[in-house]
């Protein structure tokens, strides 16, 4: 069974710093793209960055600049490091990623449970 699971939220000031990771586990044959979505009270979930295997980054235009992606192949793992934060960023994060799992064969989109991540003074 694949599970991914995220870590590192937490309460920031504006214009602070906060990195959240995820860790994907599991009986995986194969890691694609993988993907950050934040909810915030009363929205939609929104998709925020997204890493090719290959570690091509892409972002949504509202934190261009000051948010960036990486994964860690050897170990399942990508993070999302995030500065210049604002009260417009809190929001519950989410890790998403497709995965080919040993156990069927079959590429599955999977998410974790999300991460809290507050930004006030």
């Known amino acids: 069974q694949v599970k991914l699971v995220e870590s590192g939220g937490g309460l920031v000031q504006p214009g602070g710093s906060l990195s959240v990771s995820c860790v994907a586990s599991?009986?995986?044959?194969?890691?694609?793209?993988m993907r950050w979505y934040r909810q915030a009270p009363g929205k939609q979930r929104e998709l925020v960055a997204t890493?090719?295997?290959?570690?091509?980054?892409n972002y949504v235009d509202s934190v261009k600049g000051r948010f960036t992606i990486s994964r860690t192949n050897a170990d399942n793992t990508v993070h999302l490091q995030m500065s210049s934060l604002q009260p417009e960023d809190t929001a519950v994060y989410y890790c998403?990623?497709?995965?080919?799992?040993?156990?069927?064969?079959?590429?599955?989109?999977?998410w974790g449970q999300g991460t809290q991540v507050t930004v006030s003074s």
């Open positions: 998403n990623g497709d995965i080919v799992s040993a156990t069927t064969w079959r590429r599955q989109t999977y």
């Open positions: 599991g009986s995986i044959l194969n890691i694609g793209d």
């Open positions: 890493i090719t295997s290959r570690g091509t980054g």
